[in-house]
């Protein structure tokens, strides 16, 4: 015998057929529309993968935040990706600090960061592991799941961050097998075989994140340059314009260069440039002056790299005139 339950549920059916009704359960395979990949790309938030050198060492960990980002997204091979994402996959370079990366029925977002968010998300399954021989914890089953590798030793805090987080997460209803903890490990492992290892080591940080002093020629300029290496060729070129000795110079790990003149100190660093710059251009890139201080933008790229010059006892004009003779050796011109 048929309980009434089920009977009523199989009228129900023969009714909605009869109307020239299917009823469809969505599942992953249908029901949600075609799979493709995003019809605007970039997104609104980024910009376009462009060709940058690639690190070594330990180098990843003091590289500008919209260079890392690029590096993060190019360090492993297309075919790589689509192996990994199972299936066409576009990149992008996201807020100008995270690789971005879509794929057809998920996405993921790899950074590099001074801090970690793994031990305090209250969401998933979490365990330590090692990645490439460094110590990393894996959180798996919530949204994104997610995987923190620590580059940096114990104590030590890299300019750009020795934490790289890679995150994932379904746009679309996940298979049952989720392949999520395979998909972190291998990017992660892709990427750090492809960009990060044990040598060369970053330089030595005394008071003040203070580097030794080093005599660098501008050779191609600062652009996509790691920060120490900016930072010994700012001084180099800051010495040179003031016709001071090394030893009036301090570079710093993060990109910056402080110098003492006999007109008060001396401040230049390498950032990203946001504003709109409106000022007359210096060695004819865009320039912006504000409060004593003189920025200019070096590239057209979308990156935003430029230098922000800070003199305390010097003038506008001595700041321009500084600025005139400085930028263009690191523009390699």
């Not at 998920?106 to 110590?135: C, E, F, H, M, Q």
Request: proline content about 8%.
């Amino acid at each position: 015998m048929v309980n009434w339950a089920v009977k009523s549920a199989i009228v129900a059916v023969v009714a909605l057929l009869g109307a020239g009704c299917t009823a469809k359960i969505d599942t992953y395979e249908e029901g949600l529309g075609p799979k493709e990949l995003p019809k605007s790309w970039p997104s609104e938030n980024g910009h376009a993968l462009r060709p940058v050198p690639m690190p070594s060492g330990e180098i990843l960990m003091a590289l500008p935040k919209e260079t890392t980002a690029q590096v993060l997204c190019q360090a492993i091979p297309a075919e790589r990706w689509t192996q990994l994402m199972g299936g066409e996959v576009a990149r992008e370079v996201e807020h100008g600090e995270t690789c971005h990366a879509v794929g057809l029925d998920d996405w993921v977002r790899i950074s590099l960061n001074r801090t970690g968010v793994a031990d305090r998300t209250t969401l998933g399954t979490r365990k330590k592991i090692t990645v490439a021989g460094r110590p990393a914890t894996l959180v798996i089953g919530g949204s994104p799941s997610l995987v923190e590798v620590q580059l940096a030793d114990e104590g030590v805090q890299p300019p750009t961050g020795g934490i790289l987080r890679i995150e994932t997460s379904w746009t679309r209803v996940p298979r049952q097998d989720d392949q999520s903890e395979s998909r972190l490990l291998g990017l992660a492992e892709a990427t750090l075989a492809a960009s990060f290892g044990p040598e060369p080591k970053l330089p030595a940080v005394g008071r003040l994140d203070a580097i030794e002093r080093k005599t660098v020629e501008p050779g191609a300029g600062i652009l996509d340059a790691p920060l120490p290496e900016i930072a010994w060729k700012l001084c180099t070129q800051l010495g040179r314009a003031l016709g001071l000795p090394a030893e009036a110079t301090e570079p710093r790990i993060d990109g910056k260069c402080m110098v003492e003149s006999a007109k008060g100190p001396i401040r230049v660093e390498n950032d990203a440039l946001i504003s709109e710059h409106s000022a007359a251009p210096v060695a004819g890139r865009p320039a912006k002056e504000s409060q004593g201080e003189l920025s200019v933008l070096l590239t057209d790229n979308g990156s935003k790299q430029g230098l922000r010059f800070q003199w305390s006892g010097g003038s506008k004009t001595d700041l321009r005139e500084l600025a005139e003779k400085v930028v263009p050796p690191l523009l390699g011109s």
